[in-house]
């Protein structure tokens, strides 16, 4: 699975970083927990609280979104997005 992590202010990438996890796509608070810890290790950020919406976002449409609000501590940015890339399927010869 992998995965695009970006942060935005005013329509605009502040920082962003891709991340490869060797397990699958996580199902639960406890499996997204870990990959977002990664995720906000790796962009310096400190982690957003996640709730139903954002997991039921990520589960319909790969995607989700924290906003400034979601977070514990200030941030200097608009928004905090999630996405899920495709998997490649494998082609069979």
Known sequence: MKIWA????????????VQEFASARPSDFAGW???LDSLCKALD???PVM??????????FSR??????????????DRFEIEIFPEKKKKSG
């Open 6 to 17: 970006k942060c935005l202010r005013e329509q605009k990438i502040q920082k962003d970083v």
């Open 33 to 35: 927990s870990v990959v």
């Open 45 to 47: 950020l400190s982690r």
């Open 51 to 60: 709730m139903s919406k954002h997991l039921r976002e990520l589960r319909q």
């Open 64 to 77: 989700t979104v924290f906003y400034a609000a979601d977070f514990m501590e200030s941030v200097g940015f």
